[in-house]
């Protein structure tokens, strides 16, 4: 506000009332003001649900099991490729 008074005279010569745009920025403060952040975070919580995210996890640990899984196949495999080629040296 001291902002806009100070340069009141500019303004006016802008063409501007200095007074109207004090009165806008008054309404876009209390705007602001009304917005309860609280109330958003409830319902951003609320909005979360407790089901869908064990589903997500359970599916997660499922494939990282399956790739464990694979790893191991996929060493075991390998293990047995390098037993072999060691029995073809000797």
């Known amino acids: ?3 806009i008074d100070a340069n009141a005279a500019e303004i006016r010569r802008a063409g501007q009332d200095p007074e109207a745009i004090k009165a806008q920025v008054r309404a876009s403060l209390k705007a602001v003001e009304a917005i309860d952040i ?3 975070t409830r ?3 609320a909005s979360v649900n407790p089901e869908a995210i064990a589903a997500s996890v359970a599916a997660a640990q499922t494939s990282i099991a399956q790739a464990e899984a694979e790893m191991e196949r996929l060493e075991s495999r ?3 490729i390098d ?3 060691e029995d073809d040296d000797d």
């Open 1 to 3: 506000m001291r902002e």
């Open 38 to 40: 609280e109330a958003i």
């Open 43 to 45: 319902q951003a919580l």
């Open 78 to 80: 390998l293990e047995q």
């Open 83 to 85: 037993e072999q080629h």
